[in-house]
């Protein structure tokens, strides 16, 4: 299965009728056996730092990003979702 | 489906018998309508500057960086790969 069709996939449920702009970052942490369960501390503080530059060539308001951390295992996801404004096609 | 069960499937596949730590950056781009189709030229040097931040917090050899992208309609999904040294865990 690609990136491409899991999007794709989940796109068709959420936005079937609604054409919306969307941009979403997703940061997977896989780590290794004696190293899995513990919890790194940059994560919160990359992902800040990773919707700053993604604002830096798109305009986000910050009340548009959505923020999700799943941890299971030795496997840490961390995903944002932006939703970018309307008027913000033309800037780009 | 989850995040979090979509890559821990692709896991399962890739990785059952060797142990690595692996980070997986992906930033999924989708446009409305009359949007999409257009390349935005932004999408190269967002992907280095990300890498950047990440690397400010886990040492990353740009050897071991993967960089995919894909296309199609009005999606476009950045995929970034990169493969942690063994000697970074006890770094971080």
Not at 15 to 44: C, F, M, W
Not at 63 to 71: A, G, P, Q, S, T
Request: hydrophobic share 40%.
């Amino acid at each position: 299965m690609s990136f491409l069709s899991f999007f794709l996939g989940e796109k068709k449920k959420s936005t079937a009728s609604v054409a919306k702009e969307r941009l979403q970052l997703i940061l997977a942490h896989e780590r290794s056996g004696h190293n899995a369960g513990t919890s790194p501390d940059y994560l919160p503080a990359l992902q800040k730092e990773l919707v700053a530059v993604i604002s830096k060539y798109i305009p986000i308001n910050p009340e548009d990003i959505k923020v999700h951390l799943e941890r299971q295992d030795d496997l840490e996801v961390l995903e944002v979702k932006i939703e970018l404004p309307d008027n913000q096609r033309e800037a780009v």
